[in-house]
Antibody, heavy 121, light 105 residues
């Protein structure tokens, strides 16, 4: 059974660093892209970026590039999303999701349960 | 980024009703359109991809149609477990973008 299990909720102060995780089970980790999606009441669902764990190739949303880092560890089948300096505006629910595509189609078929990040002084 | 709009933003329905939700992409997105269902406190769940292909395990009362810029999600015979928020998403270009959602209550 495919599962994506995310790390727990975080409460941080502005300027602090953070790394959240997404551990995967039940499929070949290096053969599917993993994306991160942010959700806030103000902006809804936003695709942040994606990684191919096989070679760590990453693509970022232009609006977020430079603000976050996506990485993956093949030895633990885990993807990560990290910040070096959090802002209050980073407060959101974060989801990891597996991406699969083929000829003429593209889907995000399995999702983690979400990690709530709260940033406040 | 490609812009997605949905209508209505919310609707009131009863069990057994036929519900239709519309999504518009600007500009053109061919058939690279997915629909997701999200319940409070849960992650989105993929219902339909390629505008009209039902994801494995999704009940057949859900259907999708459309191409180009205009798409529709239909629930034929609303069930109690279908009260949720529904999002469309284009996957034609990167970054993939989501609509603002339609809450079925």
């Amino acid at each position: 059974e495919v599962q994506l299990v995310q790390s727990g909720a975080e409460v941080k102060k502005p300027g602090e660093s953070l790394k959240i995780s997404c551990e995967t089970f039940g499929y070949s980790f290096t053969k599917y892209w993993i994306a991160w999606v942010r959700q806030t009441p103000e902006k809804g669902l936003e695709w942040m970026g994606i990684i191919w764990p096989g070679n760590s190739e990453t693509k970022y949303s232009p609006s977020l590039e430079g603000q976050v880092t996506i990485s993956a560890d093949k030895s633990t089948n885990t993807a990560y999303l990290q910040w070096s300096s959090l802002k209050a505006s980073d407060s959101a629910m974060y989801y990891c999701t597996r991406h699969e595509d083929g000829l003429g189609w593209s889907i995000f078929d399995y999702w983690g349960q979400g990690t709530l990040v709260s940033v406040s002084s | 980024d490609k812009q997605m709009t949905q209508s209505p933003s919310s609707l009131s329905a009863s069990v057994g009703d036929k519900v239709t939700i519309t999504c518009r992409a600007s500009p053109y997105t061919d058939v690279h359109l997915c629909w997701y269902q999200q319940k409070p406190g849960k992650a989105p769940r993929l219902l339909i991809y390629r505008a009209s292909t039902l994801q494995t395990g999704v009940p057949s009362r859900f259907s999708g149609s459309g191409s180009g810029t205009d798409f529709t999600l239909t629930i034929s015979g609303l069930q109690p477990e279908d009260f949720a928020t529904y999002y469309c998403q284009q996957t034609f270009v990167t970054p993939p973008t989501f609509g603002p959602g339609t809450k079925v209550e």
